[in-house]
């Protein structure tokens, strides 16, 4: 019988900066299932179960509110990191043989009502995973660093972010609306945007 | 021979402009004749569906999915149909997959033949047009007859498919499947060993791969420079699994490769199509397409990331959920979004009615760029 082996994906990463990993698929080698070759070489074998990553969770219960969405479907890894090190993870996960993560699949920001939320989807053509690089941005500050030069599909991800949610990306390139005509007023994702009827 | 002198020049090309496809404004400097920057300017067609779907319910923003890509409805269907799936635990039945499948394969046909003629139609030549959708026609019957829409289809639904396929579609599909093959065989021969199409197209547009992963550039474009990345075999949906079909690349990387793919794609979706006819066939005793869900008062909660290999790319709907009957963001991550961006990249030092053959190539759709 085949021990399991207790493995930290994100280990080095963990060593370098502060990020708190809030979902990683699990995955057994003792119930039967041979694992892959893309699961052997990620070495994607989890240290805890879920229970543990609950309790992990609930060191902030007192922020939750009801747009706090922590499971995700389908089993991809998520991770939380502060916004400061945006640049460097990313840089990281790209260039890293370890990861590879070389393809920015898409931005997702959303309105959480108490702060504004970006999710970065990395994937993985390597190792065929897919990976969710969250970051809270506090809607009195309301900006981040761009990623435009890492990723070139920033660009304009970034600029459809900025027109829909405001946010504003330092060092962007050509940060203009995209979406919307230039002479309007708002942003029109974001919660408290009132619309109106235009008769 | 003497350098010509040349002067530099900016010009407008669009917004309403027939090789745009849709609505969009391109500010191309030239040197002499030679493009030197393009800058794209997009939002023309901006709708609001992602606002759209906060304002309703789950059921109410279905009909509105389809007009994301009004040439290929079926895939932003399945993909927001499958991401609430995803997050009900709805497990749909044998029968409702491999309707979708064919459905969606039958689709992708139709929108690389709708793209087929509309390139040619660019490069000067209209006779391939009138072929192509001669064939197209006969796909939007058959859609006309199993939906009752020729475009927006509105079928799909929460657990599986809102229509039963019957015999008679079945043979229509069949029919036209058997015929396809030799409309196809016609249209590669009029086309292929053309002399003034091979000269506009070959060595023109080249996209290298590591400009393909920077921009994140997905499906036809991405496997015409070499990569094989297709959904359908890294992460197999629906029924792939079960089927047998090839995913062609080239290593060209230029505008006749795409040509040649889109080509090869639509030999491979008919095969697919066949495979499913038959399937279909033997079990049409099997009434059961769909999973009883009560659309109506869904309230799934979490995030849900739902991919599907369109006829454009890599398609995504990511949903946030929060348990309310209304979505709480939904973001549409749409392939044509990025293809917009490599014009630039890959159109400099050509010329400027090699800009339109690049463009065209490239198969964007602007309602689906600017959502």
Not at chain 2, 172 to 178: N, P, R
Not at chain 2, 202 to 223: D, Q, W
Not at chain 2, 262 to 268: A, P
Request: aromatic share 10%; with cysteine.
């Amino acid at each position: 019988m085949i021990k399991i082996r207790e493995v930290d994906l994100f280990e080095n990463l963990k060593r370098k900066f502060d990020i708190r990993i809030e979902n990683c698929p699990r995955m057994f080698l003792d119930k039967g299932n041979e694992l892959n070759s893309v699961q052997k070489d990620m070495k994607c074998i989890v240290k805890r179960e879920y229970s543990a990553f609950d309790e992990h969770l609930t060191d902030d219960t007192e922020l939750k509110c009801d747009t706090e969405l922590n499971h995700i479907k389908p089993d991809i890894y998520l991770l939380r990191v502060k916004k400061e090190d945006i640049r460097q993870i990313l840089r990281y996960l790209k260039n890293s043989e370890e990861y590879f993560f070389e393809r920015l699949d898409c931005m997702v920001c959303c309105d959480r009502k108490k702060d504004l939320e970006i999710m970065y989807l990395l994937q993985s053509d390597k190792y065929n995973v897919k990976c969710g690089i969250r970051v809270e941005i506090d809607k009195k500050e309301n900006q981040i660093a761009t990623v435009s030069d890492i990723f070139s599909n920033a660009n304009l991800e970034e600029r459809e972010i900025y027109d829909l949610f405001g946010i504003k990306f330092i060092n962007h390139p050509d940060l203009k609306r995209i979406f919307m005509p230039e002479d309007f007023v708002g942003h029109p994702l974001r919660k408290d945007f009132i619309i109106q009827r235009l008769n | 021979m003497e350098k010509i002198l040349t002067d530099r020049m900016r010009i407008n090309i669009g917004p309403q402009h027939p090789s745009t496809h849709g609505v969009m404004r391109m500010i191309v400097d030239l040197d002499g004749e030679t493009v030197e920057n393009v800058e794209t300017v997009i939002g023309y067609l901006h709708r609001g569906m992602e606002k759209m779907a906060e304002t309703s319910t789950y059921i109410q923003y279905l009909p509105i999915v389809d007009r994301i890509d009004y040439l290929s409805g079926f895939f932003c269907s399945y993909a927001y149909v499958n991401g609430i799936e995803l997050l009900m635990d709805i497990e749909i039945s044998e029968k409702s997959k491999y309707i979708r499948t064919i459905t969606m394969e039958l689709n992708r046909m139709a929108s690389h033949l709708l793209w087929l003629g509309c390139f040619m139609m660019d490069l000067g030549a209209s006779s391939p047009f009138f072929y192509t959708f001669i064939e197209r026609e006969k796909i939007l019957d058959i859609f006309e007859n199993l939906t009752g829409n020729r475009m927006m289809y509105n079928y799909y639904t929460f657990g599986g498919v809102k229509r039963d396929i019957d015999k008679e579609n079945l043979y229509a599909i069949k029919k036209f499947s058997d015929e396809f093959v030799f409309a196809l065989k016609d249209l590669e021969e009029l086309i292929n060993y053309n002399p003034i199409f091979i000269s506009r197209t070959k060595n023109l547009g080249i996209l290298e791969k590591e400009c393909a992963y920077a921009y994140s550039i997905t499906g036809v474009n991405l496997r015409a420079s070499g990569i094989k990345k297709d959904l359908r075999k890294d992460k197999p949906y629906l029924i792939y699994e079960n089927i047998e079909f090839n995913v062609p690349i080239s290593e060209n990387k230029d505008v006749q490769a795409r040509y040649i793919l889109r080509i090869k794609e639509l030999k491979e979706s008919n095969k697919i199509v066949q495979q499913c006819i038959d399937w279909l066939l033997t079990n049409l005793n099997n009434k059961n397409i769909i999973t009883d869900v009560k659309p109506l008062t869904l309230k799934p909660e979490g995030i849900a990331i739902s991919e599907v290999e369109s006829s454009r790319g890599l398609m995504q709907c990511i949903i946030y959920a929060d348990g309310t009957l209304n979505p709480y963001r939904i973001k549409w991550r749409t392939p044509s979004f990025y293809n917009v961006q490599i014009i630039n990249e890959i159109s400099k030092g050509y010329l400027l009615s090699d800009l339109i053959a690049i463009f065209g190539s490239l198969d964007i759709i602007m309602p689906e760029v600017d959502r």
